[in-house]
């Protein structure tokens, strides 16, 4: 859609997609290195003295006297708003 409106070098929506194409080429990529070296770990003995990844965790804020509950995450699902 771009292409057709006229001259490429002075078109803003053919840059903005270029741009686009680049930005997801590289998630692309940096997804593709992370699967690459990601290694499935299988562990069926859960120890509740051990935190580890998918773990809930629950502190307590003894200043506020509050429970505040977090799941331990990798950096690609990281998301301090929801507490992971």
Do not use: P, W
């Not at 053919?14 to 290694?39: G, H, P, S, W």
């Not at 200043?63 to 708003?81: H, K, M, Q, T």
């Amino acid at each position: 859609e771009a292409r057709e409106q006229g001259d490429l070098s002075e078109n803003a929506e053919y840059d903005a997609a270029k741009d686009e194409q680049r930005d997801i080429e590289t998630q692309i990529a940096e997804l593709e290195e992370i699967l690459k070296n990601a290694e499935v770990i299988q562990d069926d003995n859960t120890d509740s003295d051990a935190v580890k990844m998918e773990s809930t965790v629950v502190l307590h804020d003894v200043e506020f006297d509050e429970d505040i509950e977090y799941v331990i995450v990798g950096s690609s699902e990281a998301d301090s708003l929801n507490n992971k």
